[in-house]
């Protein structure tokens, strides 16, 4: 089984940064892609960034411009700075991670237990 560890929420004012971290453990043959996704009230979970084995990234058409997203291969963990932060990013972010536990197995998906994000004044 993959764990997941997220870090780093917060309480932020608009335009400031925070920065999260997960941390993925367990028994993890390979990682295909870790990212981030997030959820608001009322409203479907969206992609904010993800990003690949190969160092590929896609990156959420409203955090554009404002959020990176990295990796540490040895550490399997992800990380996603957040700068410019506005009212409407607030929300509960999960971590989000592809993986093969096994060798000649499929990739599974993993989720984070979520770590809340709110930007206010």
């Known amino acids: 089984q993959v764990q997941l560890v997220e870090s780093g929420g917060g309480l932020v004012q608009p335009g400031g940064s925070l920065s999260l971290s997960c941390a993925a453990s367990?028994?993890?043959?390979?990682?295909?892609?870790m990212g981030w996704y997030r959820q608001s009230p009322g409203k479907q979970r969206e992609l904010v960034a993800v990003?690949?084995?190969?160092?590929?990234?896609t990156v959420g058409d409203s955090v554009k411009g404002r959020f990176t997203i990295s990796r540490d291969n040895a550490k399997n963990t992800v990380y996603l700075q957040m700068n410019s932060l506005k009212p409407e990013d607030t929300a509960v972010y999960y971590c989000?991670?592809?993986?093969?536990?096994?060798?000649?197995?499929?990739?599974?998906?993993?989720w984070g237990q979520g770590t809340q994000v709110t930007v206010s004044s």
């Open positions: 990003i690949r084995s190969g160092g590929s990234t």
């Open positions: 367990g028994t993890i043959f390979s990682i295909y892609a």
């Open positions: 989000n991670v592809v993986a093969v536990v096994r060798a000649g197995r499929g990739p599974n998906t993993y």
